[in-house]
């Protein structure tokens, strides 16, 4: 709901002379236009991007589709699997992660929000997914598995390719990044090795200052900030039961559930008002996207039929 924030205009238009006002005003509007916004970031709501199973194949693709339902748009169509989609800052690029045979492992690509343009950014044989960019758009974090250890860690790219490097190094996995709408931080799921609870932790993208946000006995994952900054919305899971979404400041302080009944709930992204949740519900007997409010009230249903839709991505205007 993951990747572009607007800086906030703090400074005032000052001694603006009578005759040049509309000029200024004018400009301080295409200012504010002109910053890149996406997902969890203050901006104008857009479409919703999304995985959604292949009818004939049964893989999966990804789509955007309005956060009313309509408009559904198809990006990628091959035979293998296309995952975890991303808005880029600008809103021009999606970021995810593609199969690269059936049955083969993920890698990160980009392509065109309008289709076509697919660009591979990392290439070798191990998976690489959960792509989000930062709120620069030069960088994307990932989960990407070590080829030595074989566990998961975070890892950063440059946005066209190169420059890869370790925010996280361990014995544990770590999942599910995604970037505050500052960009000093990083919010991502951690599974301690022998335990089968993962926490959410905040992390500087140099690595440093690893800070938890959860601390219990059940299992949470796939965070994302609101625009903000002020809120993580992230999905728990107790053992025995189902899976709810919940907030938190990122602090750890202030847990407040979101989603409350006997079906799943899952993969929270704020659309970049701050409005809205997407996320994912399978009441239906299969994976859905809906949306809801912050405060729990206002659930719609966004995609309506008989395979499974997951991993959505809200984007801006």
């Given amino acids: 709901m993951k990747t572009v924030r607007l800086n906030h205009l703090r400074a005032a238009l000052l001694a603006v002379a009578a005759a040049g006002l509309l000029a200024a005003v004018g400009l301080l509007v295409v200012v504010l236009y002109a910053q890149p916004a996406e997902a969890n970031f203050p901006g104008k709501p857009g479409k919703i991007a999304f995985a959604g199973q292949d009818a004939p194949n049964g893989d999966y693709e990804i789509y955007t589709i309005n956060a009313s339902g309509g408009g559904k748009k198809q990006l990628t169509d091959n035979s293998t699997n296309d995952r975890y989609p991303a808005y880029s800052p600008s809103g021009k690029k999606i970021a995810y992660a593609g199969q690269d045979a059936p049955n083969g492992d993920y890698e990160i690509y980009t392509i065109n929000a309008g289709g076509g343009g697919k660009k591979p950014l990392t290439d070798n044989s191990t998976t690489d997914y959960e792509p989000s960019y930062s709120p620069s758009g030069k960088k994307i974090v990932y989960s990407g598995r070590d080829a030595i250890t074989g566990d998961y860690e975070i890892y950063t790219i440059n946005a066209g390719g190169g420059g890869k490097l370790n925010v996280t190094d361990n014995s544990s996995d770590d999942y599910n990044p995604a970037y505050s709408p500052s960009g000093k931080q ?32 059940s299992d949470d994952y796939f ?44 993969w929270p992204s ?34 309506d039929n008989a395979n499974n839709d997951r991993d959505p991505y809200w984007g801006s205007k």
């Fill in 270 to 303: 704020y659309s970049p008002s701050g409005k809205k949740i997407a996320f994912v519900n399978d009441a239906g007997g299969d994976d859905e996207i809906w949306t809801i409010q912050p405060n729990g009230d206002g659930r719609q249903q966004v995609t």
């Fill in 186 to 217: 990083i919010a991502y799921s951690n599974y301690v090795t022998g335990s089968n609870f993962g926490e959410i932790y905040t992390i500087k993208p140099d690595g440093g200052s690893r800070q938890p946000v959860t601390n219990n006995s």
């Fill in 223 to 266: 965070p994302d900030y609101a625009p903000s900054g002020k809120r993580i919305a992230y999905t728990n899971y107790v053992t025995g039961g189902d899976q709810e979404i919940y907030t938190i400041k990122p602090n750890g302080g202030g847990r407040q559930p979101l989603t409350d009944n006997s079906s799943n709930d899952e």
